[in-house]
């Protein structure tokens, strides 16, 4: 067992157990805790894998944006808690079911097709090389400016939506 | 090293525990958070399949961060709606929110 | 002699030969490479995660002390109970009052949130500190995202605000942390884009590299970059003039209000320790890290030269914190939105177009000194430009608010 897979399984036992206690959470809150904790796992996951841009992207967006943005509308949406509402629907149990059957197909998809893998370890200057591409006008230089316009489009709706009249 | 298909059988096993967040919580902002939980698990596979087949080139970086910005204007819009539509019904249980307009 | 100029050789690189030397001492016990190694970087990262916690004991002290002289005081002093001459134990006694005071729970509190909040701020807050480069080749880890990292944690420590607000269990902790956080949200992105701009100057976000490029301190070529990033700093780490959020006279001191006794003293030492790691980062960024006169032959001088610049914009910060009154949430949002961000974007926009016209039109080179003075002009025109067009769209907006105010009270008819 090398360094590797013994950190491989700690931050991935962190993203799985944080994900499941985030949907056997009793109060929303503590489930907006819980995804927190899976995010920093995979955050960890991307250390692994040699990219510690989207290690730190991973704290920066998901921890610091999305997270306070999740936190913020629970607590905008349970000021006046009448009743205490059960976490799960109707159909809990097959959705269960589903959720397994879908795990179990892509498991065994996964694990017996031969990937063509290499070995090589990724070039010391990928991060230059991430810049690059998504400046290239050859490159990705189109999607990033139309990415860049989406987010304008979302924060506009979503100010237009929720503002008061 | 480790195998790519511990991995891919992480991301999804982390997919398919959003997908039951989505199918099986009543909470509107559960739901949501168990769909940025499936994007998480899909931007594993990307980076994962980046540095195991092609780490030279930054295609797979690239369509990473992509991933990153439309889940975040995604989650933004999201929130918005939820928010509103507390405002509107005084609840944000899916279950309740089924009809249009009355 | 000899012994005495072989001793100054060894001082001359001291912290890197005494790694060398525990090495040695290791090796020669009997322990295998890989086991070494690790024991040496357990060793680094407590020496490391110490230096923060030891500077801010000294620096509340010397808070104390600057802010009762400044005000015609003396404080802590070696009067009446015995603190250390100079009152130099006074953080001492305090932790240790901290320590015995009651450490109450209050009624319907979410307990894990609760307790796990305080631990997570100085989590964070230490956690910044792996990538500070203390000296030529003494950095905690040279990671190619350095200054990435470090914003990436003060923005992931936001979250824990939140938390500690909302798990109190009451409506002014709430409040509280609504507004620590928008506050925090808010003067991020000038912080973020000063970053950028230092980032696109230099060429690399890693921090020896972004020491390396400044044989002139980049104070002298992007001043209103700098100034730019230290007002944004001051807000994130909460200090006065942004410090409305945790005073004790309004709100009840923020997201505090039920945490006693070593909880709050964690949320005290975070903070401490947040102007700390921001203070190095200034440094670093901005003052040229652990350069200096004569570094080249005695290398443990560039600490001493980083710790010095550190002690400076420390000093700077307590100066500010001591005079200025406090601003409305109002107006801080105000001066972020309307003031900071417009003028990091034109910098970042304006600077970017510049350091790639130079290598354009200069295809053989410049001196660091022509490069340097361009930046320079560029930087202060424009600040100039973007505070003019604020200053005259503000002066617009502020006759119409005037003509719509004297209409109200039916002085002036509004023509439609």
Redesign the interface.
């Known amino acids: 067992m090398t360094v590797q897979q013994v950190l491989f399984f700690l931050f991935g036992a962190i993203a799985l157990g944080a994900a499941i206690g985030m949907v056997t959470a009793r109060k929303v809150f503590h489930a907006a805790l819980w995804m927190l904790l899976a995010f920093f796992g995979v955050a960890g996951l991307y250390v692994l894998l040699e990219a510690p841009f989207f290690a730190a992207a991973q704290l920066f967006v998901y921890m610091g944006a999305i997270g306070v943005l999740i936190i913020y509308a629970i607590m905008l949406t349970r000021g006046m808690m009448r009743q205490r509402l059960p976490r799960v629907n109707d159909q809990w149990w097959f959705a269960g079911l589903l959720a397994a059957a879908l795990l179990v197909v892509l498991a065994w998809l996964v694990w017996q097709h031969p990937w063509a893998t290499t070995t090589a370890a990724a070039p010391a200057d990928s991060l230059n090389r991430l810049g690059l591409t998504l400046v290239d006008p050859e490159g990705f230089a189109l999607p990033f400016e139309v990415a860049s316009v989406l987010l304008v489009m979302a924060l506009i709706g979503a100010v237009t939506i929720v503002r008061e009249r | ?2 195998p ?7 991301s ?10 989505v ?5 509107a ?2 739901i ?3 769909i ?2 499936m994007l ?1 698990a899909v ?2 596979n990307l ?2 399949f ?10 797979g ?2 369509f ?3 991933v ?10 999201g ?6 539509i ?1 405002r509107n019904r ?1 609840t ?4 309740e929110i089924n009809l249009l307009k009355w | 002699m000899e012994s005495l100029s072989r001793f100054l050789a060894f001082l001359a690189d001291a912290i890197v030969n005494i790694g060398d030397w525990i090495r040695g001492l290791l090796l020669g016990a009997g322990l295998v490479d890989p086991w070494v190694s690790l024991i040496m970087k357990a060793i680094g990262a407590l020496v490391v995660a110490f230096f923060p916690l030891m500077v801010v004991v000294f620096l509340i002290w010397a808070y104390r002390k600057v802010a009762a002289r400044m005000q015609g005081r003396l404080g802590p002093n070696s009067s009446g109970t015995w603190a250390g001459p100079y009152g130099i134990l006074q953080t001492f006694a305090d932790a240790i009052k901290m320590l015995t005071k009651e450490d109450i729970r209050p009624q319907g509190i979410d307990l894990i949130p609760y307790n796990l909040a305080p631990i997570l701020v100085v989590f964070a807050s230490i956690a910044t500190w792996a990538v500070m480069p203390f000296g030529p080749r003494l950095i905690g880890s040279d990671l190619n995202i350095g200054i990435f990292y470090i914003l990436a944690f003060s923005s992931a420590a936001l979250v824990v605000f939140l938390m500690a607000g909302w798990s109190s269990n009451n409506k002014y902790a709430t409040v509280g942390a609504f507004r620590s956080v928008a506050q925090l949200i808010g003067y991020e992105i000038p912080q973020l884009l000063a970053v950028l701009t230092v980032v696109m100057v230099t060429g690399s976000l890693r921090m020896q590299e972004i020491v390396g490029q400044q044989e002139i301190p980049l104070l002298f070529q992007l001043p209103v970059t700098a100034f730019i990033f230290f007002l944004a700093s001051m807000a994130e780490v909460n200090a006065r003039p942004f410090e409305l959020l945790e005073a004790e006279s309004e709100l009840v001191c923020g997201y505090f209000i039920e945490y006693s006794g070593m909880k709050f003293g964690m949320f005290y030492l975070g903070e401490f320790m947040n102007s700390t790691a921001v203070a190095a980062l200034f440094a670093t960024l901005f003052l040229g890290g652990w350069r200096g006169p004569w570094v080249e032959q005695a290398p443990i001088l560039g600490t001493v030269w980083f710790l010095l610049k550190m002690g400076l914009m420390l000093l700077l910060w307590m100066f500010i914190q001591i005079t200025f009154p406090r601003l409305r949430i109002d107006q801080m949002l105000a001066f972020n939105w309307k003031f900071l961000v417009p003028l990091a974007l034109a910098n970042l926009c304006v600077i970017g177009l510049v350091n790639k016209g130079i290598t354009e039109w200069f295809p053989g080179g410049v001196s660091t000194w022509t490069r340097a003075g361009i930046l320079l002009m560029t930087n202060v025109g424009i600040f100039l430009a973007t505070w003019g067009i604020l200053a005259a769209l503000e002066r617009r907006e502020q006759r119409r608010r005037e003509t719509w105010r004297a209409a109200q009270v039916g002085e002036v008819e509004v023509s439609a």
Not at chain 2, 23 to 27: E, G
Not at chain 2, 68 to 76: F, K, L, P, R, S
């Open positions: 090293m480790v790519l298909q511990w991995y891919l059988v992480l999804a096993a982390l997919f398919c525990v959003g997908l039951y967040a199918l099986a919580r009543r909470n902002i559960s949501l958070m168990g940025e939980l998480n931007n594993i980076l994962a980046w540095r195991y087949t092609q780490p030279e080139a930054a295609v970086q690239a990473a961060a992509f990153y910005a439309v889940a975040a204007a995604e989650v933004a819009v929130l918005a709606l939820i928010v509103s507390y005084e944000v249980d899916v279950d």
